[in-house]
């Protein structure tokens, strides 16, 4: 079971560039590593998944080192909407140990 | 199509009855999880189920805690006896997981907001 561990908050003025890491040390090579957000009284949602290198789509980028041992969450120009609790997920594609979401990174965006 | 819906979304009992929570996942989804999140907290695993293997149902908390499911579709998360402690949010998901048609990537219902008095 790869277990992470993830700042437990963060403070960040709106339209700034916000990175959470996220340390896997234990990742395996079948892992992949998928990040959440959580708003208050919401179950959380996906935001991005990578392997390796970097990924980026609409809301997020992804960096991850060659080594895979930690992961970084880039939000560009944050905003107050963006405040939430982000969680960082190692898992392999069968779902089996897709359990462990630690307590997260609560971002906390001041106008 | 819709996403994962559990009810009911709130639930108010008395120490000492019995609850039952439901979870509709999506459509298709061979993975179903549960969670439970206690206020200000992270999300604490309960169990797995896939397709028709046997579930894992290594972080029920005690055998107070129970969960079926049938088939690939409706789970009930069943709590015997409530506690004070079991005071939380109850989250399901679901997934593709185990399906190599796509990443795994859970998708939440809103939760069950579960008070014991």
């Known amino acids: 079971l790869a277990k992470t561990t993830q700042p437990i908050s963060m403070d960040s003025y709106e339209g700034q560039e916000v990175n959470i890491t996220c340390s896997h040390n234990?990742?395996?090579?079948?892992?992949?590593i998928t990040w959440y957000q959580q708003f208050p009284s919401q179950g959380p949602r996906f935001i991005i998944q990578g392997y390796k290198t970097k990924v980026t789509n609409e809301v997020a980028s992804l960096f991850i080192p060659a080594d895979r041992k930690s992961s970084t969450l880039s939000l560009p120009r944050v905003s107050l909407s963006d405040t939430a609790v982000y969680y960082c997920l190692v898992a392999d594609q069968t779902g089996a140990n897709n359990l462990f979401f630690g307590t997260g990174t609560r971002l906390t965006v001041i106008p | 199509g819709a996403g994962v819906s559990q009810s009911p979304s709130n639930k108010v009992t008395e120490k000492g009855k019995d609850v039952e929570l439901r979870c509709d996942p999506i459509s298709g989804h061979t993975a179903l999880y549960w969670y439970r999140q206690r206020l200000g907290q992270g999300l604490e695993f309960l169990i797995y189920f896939q397709g028709n293997s046997a579930p894992d149902k290594s972080g029920l908390p005690s055998d107070r805690f129970s969960a079926e499911r049938t088939g690939e579709s409706v789970s009930t998360l069943t709590i015997q006896r409530t506690q004070q402690e079991d005071s939380a949010v109850y989250l399901c998901?679901?997934?593709?997981?185990?399906?190599?048609?796509?990443?795994?990537?859970?998708?939440f219902g809103a939760g069950t907001r579960l008070s014991v008095l």
């Open positions: 998901a679901s997934s593709l997981a185990g399906t190599g048609l796509a990443k795994n990537i859970q998708y």
């Open positions: 234990n990742i395996a090579t079948n892992d992949y």
